[in-house]
């Protein structure tokens, strides 16, 4: 592009990623030359703040693009399918936080910290993570290049703000209709397009997503397949149960994994520590790990609870929490957009 | 014994875990001769009703289990180390919830439909093992008969109700704080008696009890020790995350077991489904998995999401959810209770 400001454009404004895609262009001082927002015909002239100055949301469509060098996309995989070639076509780079092409192999799907060098090869679109894969494998980055990792073995505890916005609403109010003694009214969770509701208020939904034919959620392929694709190394053994609680920010996991080699504790405690990106929060004595409700506003994934299986001599258990909105969406999306700034 | 009719001794019968004791023995109509509730001076003079009858409760001491047959402890280890052997010198069958005598040698530990055939070799205490403990094992003593379990990686979703009946109040008070912009104040979680507090409402804490020199906290060692002492079987290699979550009642577990020998997954299914006290919760088509909500005020533990690991032919993932106040204590050491009533 060989450029020193772009015009950047935000399909998803008004969402709950595009919230915080907005607030950290605005926050990292992105180059940002002449800034776009879309959306669907529902919030369409919506007036939001970039910097101080006052911009309408406008429609989202195939002309949407002309003059844009860089779409961040958050409004779903099937907006992304429909627009993102027509993003292409006008010659900008797509950065796609929906699930629409992270498998396709021709998009690189990057966590900067893990295989950032994957950018260069974009045909036009760059996938983003799905946020319980990118907290994970920026966790075990350097883990996997010291070690090598033979297996991992995931629970997760995902915050409904994954859900979207109107997934939080439900839970804040299905927490007062309970503590009023009413009774809970599900209508979003577990998934919005599915008949069959559940209560998330005070409970734990183990589905997020859709079943797939084996029985896994595709929430839960999710994070098998991309996290091989990511560390580009189809043999990991990956398997994951993933679960919806009533926390508003923050994915917090549970991981253990299976290292190639002996490790000294201490040794993989510095790593973290030193691995940039990274926090490390582990200081049993002072009741100190990682907490959703510290983790939530910013960027860093927090990792603590690191300990040896008793059983297994490679065997190491990590608890790793990030927020769901900034590293597992925005803040990686808007990582990959400084990279390509900086290379322009 | 050779009697019909037994005098029972609640100790911590204004607790959480007392409260559901009590609740049983009227259900159950189990054969009360005479019905003694203890506590602490604090509760002493409460009057508690039992079957249309009104007991006044006393104080607990070394002389209040003269002619008692059957003594359910549930209020503290310290109170069981300190009472439990007067009761026993007074000739009472002790059930223990507590910590105090699970790994003692001499105290069978006890989950019915695994190890029934220990309570006769009890020398006057019966240990009721922890309350996350009890549930997996209830649900992978089936496994463990068909096809031997040679490891077992859990991670849980407790509820505050494990921590008594204060914590169930201060997470209620602290989510009504949030929803009205206010800060939580902690108070007693994760541990009462440590000085680090922190806010269960709207969040995941992977604290339940104190931390061990060996980076575990007793509640995942309580969960590696009593599963082997159940089992009699030092050589399943147990590991545990612990985690407390925003839930009332209703302790969740996913659990990865990895089996000695091939497996059906339709017979696993199977042989869950025809279990004694195991509910089959897994239809995915329908939405349908073992819910916190769903399983709170019921005695047998749920188990769904049942689907292999992609990676390991015998390993196997499943997801077991029980009220932690009844399976996980109060009707465990009722059942208990039961077995030794049938055989007097
Ligand atoms: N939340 C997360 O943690 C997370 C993490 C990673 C990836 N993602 C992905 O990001 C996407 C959005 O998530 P979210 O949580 O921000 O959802 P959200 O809060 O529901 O927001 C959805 C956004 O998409 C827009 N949109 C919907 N249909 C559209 C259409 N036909 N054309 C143009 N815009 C349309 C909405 O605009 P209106 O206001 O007009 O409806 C809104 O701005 C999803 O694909 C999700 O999988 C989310
Ligand atoms: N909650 C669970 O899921 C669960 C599961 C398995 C095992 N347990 C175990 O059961 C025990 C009680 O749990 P909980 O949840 O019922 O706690 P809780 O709600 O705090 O109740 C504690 C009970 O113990 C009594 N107590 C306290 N100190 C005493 C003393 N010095 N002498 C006599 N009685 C005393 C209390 O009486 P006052 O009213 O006078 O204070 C109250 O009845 C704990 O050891 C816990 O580890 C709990």
Not at 23 to 30: A, Y
Not at 207 to 230: A, C, H, P, S
């Amino acid at each position: 592009m060989s450029k020193t400001k772009f015009n950047v454009a935000v399909v998803g404004a008004t969402g709950a990623v595009g919230e915080q895609i907005i607030g950290l262009l605005e926050k990292r001082d992105f180059p940002v030359d002449k800034l776009k927002l879309l959306s669907s015909a529902r919030s369409a002239g919506t007036v939001l703040n970039f910097k101080g100055q006052e911009i309408t949301v406008e429609e989202a469509g195939p002309d949407s693009f002309e003059g844009i060098d860089i779409a961040l996309f958050s409004a779903g995989g099937d907006v992304s399918k429909e627009l993102a070639p027509h993003a292409v076509r006008h010659g900008a780079v797509c950065i796609d936080n929906t699930n629409a092409f992270r498998m396709d192999p021709t998009a690189p799907l990057v966590v900067p910290e893990v295989n950032a060098d994957q950018i260069d090869k974009h045909q036009g679109i760059i996938a983003n993570p799905n946020c319980s894969t990118i907290q994970m494998v920026a966790a075990l980055k350097p883990l996997y290049d010291s070690y090598g990792i033979s297996r991992i073995i995931v629970s997760t505890y995902q915050a409904v703000s994954g859900a979207g916005a109107k997934a939080i609403n439900e839970m804040l109010r299905q927490s007062k209709e309970v503590l009023e003694g009413r009774d809970a009214n599900p209508d979003i969770l577990p998934v919005g397009s599915l008949p069959v509701k559940h209560q998330i208020a005070f409970n734990a939904i183990p589905q997020i997503d859709k079943f797939q034919d084996n029985g896994y959620t595709l929430e839960e392929m999710k994070m098998v397949r991309e996290t091989k694709k990511i560390f580009g190394d189809e043999d990991i053994a990956v398997t994951a149960t993933c679960v919806r609680i009533p926390v508003i920010y923050g994915h917090s996991e549970s991981v253990y994994v299976e290292l190639k080699n002996d490790y000294e504790l201490e040794e993989v405690k510095q790593l973290l520590a030193e691995s940039p990106g990274i926090t490390l929060v582990d200081d049993p004595a002072a009741q100190a790990y990682p907490l959703a409700t510290d983790a939530a506003g910013k960027n860093d994934v927090f990792v603590g609870r690191v300990r040896r299986d008793l059983g297994n001599a490679r065997g190491l258990n990590l608890w790793i929490v990030s927020d769901n909105l900034l590293k597992g969406a925005a803040w990686n999306a808007v990582q990959i957009a400084e990279i390509i700034a900086a290379k322009a």
